[in-house]
């Protein structure tokens, strides 16, 4: 019996015995350039048991809910042509094929997977968890945590890291630490806030400390001032004007697997744009004239993370009616890196001559 074989007996059995909770494909080698993995777990309907397939894309997701019989060999002609990884989590373990070696570990999940297809939306961070509690957030504040872990969640799994060994991950700028705790408590991970201010760096060290919180700690730095080991994660989510591209920077140097953030404030670039003439009339708006500033500044940040070598994704994080500031730029480590004529022709279109980024990656305009 081959590796993918096996693979497929323990998806089989782990289905059928109710005791999995997802599977998911990588190491997509097909021809659709927008596909990235695809993600599967079980639900139930009225009609019975399914798996539901989400093939996810760069800009939409797919969703397929099949039979167990067509689903099984679904999964083994996808591992027979276009996959070349996968992760199959159940109760009581977790099997990782991946260049065609199985790998079994102990599961992290022990309880039974929620099936009910209509559920109440599961949340992966207890809202009564004590370390929670004594932060005291704002309803907002919640709402934030529980879509920032399942974007980080998802990033985890597309970035081939979700194999059950312990993480590195830094926040910086981490403020009161909501996301850092949250960070720790759904990842196998040692995590470090970095926060220029002491107070809430005391503050966050204590409640870890109350709540026996290992693998966490907090401490008093600027992010320019940080210096970073090999990291696999890095985070910085409203970090203010080029306090974002510092932090970008960090986690390029560090060889950060993933790196997420959520920019506050566009300043620097402002001052430099040059209208091209046929927006020269709209934006003598000074309201315009900034949300064009914020778009280029961000525009070039993922044009400079893809130059780099990391696949970006741009998109809301939040409603704005929670926060203004909801744009969020995540980045997964590829290896192959972009092209330099895009981070150069949008600079030029808008008569950009210097920006923080550019200068951390010693970038030539």
Known sequence: MTPTDKLLALLRDAAQAGMLVKLTLGGYRGADKTLHNILARPIRLAAGPRLQFVWRHTTRDITKNLGYDDAFALVAELLAT??????????????????????VRSAQQQSSPVTDHDRTKSRLIDENAGWLRALKPTADKVRQIHKFTEILSHLVT????????????????????????????????DVTGVEARPDLVELCNRIARDHNLTGLRFQASNITDTLLAATDILIALHACDT??????AAGIKAAAKIIIVAPCCHKELRPQLTAPPVLVGALRHGILLERQAEFV?????????????????VFEFISTEHTAKNLMITAIKRGQDGSA?????????????????????????
């Open 243 to 248: 306090a974002t591209d510092d932090a970008i």
């Open 158 to 189: 597309e970035a081939g890291l979700a194999d059950g060994r312990q993480l590195r991950v830094v926040d910086m700028g981490c403020g009161k630490g909501y996301l850092t705790f949250a960070t720790r408590a759904l990842l196998n991970a």
């Open 297 to 313: 500044t961000d525009a070039l940040r993922a044009a400079l993370l893809e130059y780099a070598g990391y696949e970006t994704k």
């Open 82 to 103: 276009d996959f070349t990884t996968a992760h199959l989590f159940t109760t009581t373990e977790t099997v990782q094929l991946d260049r065609r070696r199985l790998t």
């Open 341 to 365: 004529d895009v981070v150069r022709e949008l600079a030029a279109f808008y008569g950009i001559k210097k920006q923080r980024l550019v200068e951390h990656l010693e970038f030539n305009l």
